[in-house]
């Protein structure tokens, strides 16, 4: 068992590196985009992070043509206060007033929010930003080329993640080592299948018309996951779309101490894969993959178990080098206790699985049905 699961980290982490070597990232220097460019950004109760996001946006270089629209989704803080002193200051940002209604029927929150966006936006090409997302001058333009040049008609630059604390560091670099790790990235590109994606909402860069014709997020209204939700639905509609690394053209600090991370994960690690059944196998794949080898290295019975235990618990870390120096992500100690972060995941998905039969579940102050 313990030198299978090293022989699999092995072939893992060599698929790291071929993805690594084929993943797309937007240019550095983009041609100026020509076209008008719609960012949209739901927010709810996000007076101390809108501000950062918004002031980057302004800095947006080479759009001219470039709309902000900010959607208050009954907000209890100063969110649309803060739109507003900015919209007063720069004709180019607009608040959408959300209002304080009940969503409507089969509706979650994040996607009504982008849906109400995106019907009241006026660009070709539509950019999902979320307000904890801050982007560089030249991110949307990077963005918009990265989405034309490509000819698909959806991508998702990755934002470089900022993690502090001992429990963030433990489990976000984990977003995208998963994808680059298990997904293989070219035949997402050109396949079909819709179980062959990987997106991210915090930046997520939609082609209009490909956006109306896949149901805009009417499609995916009932998804907590629903930026994978969106690019599935972009390939029902005969579309293509790929995540991609945005590590140089926006970053994101998604949470700010351990319990909201928990709160974070737990929300929707429960939908990631289907079942209780999907979730026991993904997690029993990775343990095996990266926790047992670990393992053996201290228990091992025998030099061999160890020694085999010491390859794959190698491999584990190598592919997390890996994918860290890609993305900007702390390497010592993060990388070192790889097999910690894996277990610690295995330990969201249970919790988040409890938190749903007990119906303690929410979003942004929403109770999850």
């Not at 043509?65 to 720069?90: F, H, K, N, W």
């Not at 089969?106 to 307000?131: I, M, N, Q, Y």
């Not at 994101?252 to 894969?273: H, I, N, Q």
Request: aromatic share 6%; proline share 7%.
């Amino acid at each position: 068992m313990v030198a299978s699961g090293a022989i699999a980290a092995c072939a893992a982490t060599a698929h790291t590196a071929y993805n690594l070597r084929i993943l797309r990232t937007p240019p550095p220097a983009p041609e100026p985009a020509v076209e008008r460019v719609s960012v949209l950004v739901p927010a709810r109760d996000e007076e101390r992070r809108l501000g950062p996001c918004l002031a980057a946006l302004l800095s947006t270089e080479g759009v001219a043509d470039l709309e902000i629209l900010v959607l208050d989704d009954g907000s209890s803080d100063g969110t649309a206060d803060i739109v507003r002193s900015y919209a007063e200051r720069d004709p180019r940002v607009r608040l959408v007033d959300g209002g304080r209604a009940a969503l409507p029927e089969g509706w979650l929150g994040k996607p009504w929010a982008c849906e109400r966006l995106a019907r009241a936006a006026t660009g070709t090409v539509l950019v999902f930003l979320d307000a904890d997302v801050t982007v560089a001058p030249h991110g949307i333009a990077a963005s918009v080329a990265l989405l034309r040049d490509s000819g698909l008609g959806l991508v998702s630059p990755y934002p470089r993640q900022e993690a502090d604390g001992a429990l963030p560091r433990l489990v976000q670099p984990l977003l995208q080592w998963s994808w680059l790790t298990t997904l293989p990235l070219g035949s997402a590109e050109s396949s079909p299948r819709e179980s062959l994606v990987a997106a991210n909402g915090q930046l997520l860069v939609v082609d209009a018309a490909v956006y109306r014709r896949a149901g805009s997020h009417a499609a995916v209204r009932g998804e907590v996951l629903d930026d994978v939700a969106l690019l599935r639905a972009v390939k029902r509609a005969g579309g293509r779309g790929v995540v991609a690394d945005g590590t140089h053209v926006a970053s994101c600090r998604m949470y700010e101490s351990g319990p909201a991370l928990v709160d974070g994960y737990t929300k929707s690690l429960w939908s990631a894969f289907g079942s209780p059944a999907g979730s026991a196998g993904v997690v029993g794949l990775l343990s095996w993959l990266y926790v047992v080898p670990a393992a053996a290295v201290v228990v091992g019975p025998t030099h061999r178990a160890r020694a085999w235990g010491a390859l794959g618990y190698a491999a584990g870390v190598a592919g997390r080098i890996l994918v860290a120096r890609r993305t900007g992500q702390h390497l010592v100690p993060d990388v070192a206790v790889h097999p910690a972060s894996v277990a610690t995941f295995g330990w969201l998905v249970a919790e988040s699985w409890r938190r749903k039969r007990s119906g303690r579940l929410t979003w942004s102050g929403r109770p999850l049905p």
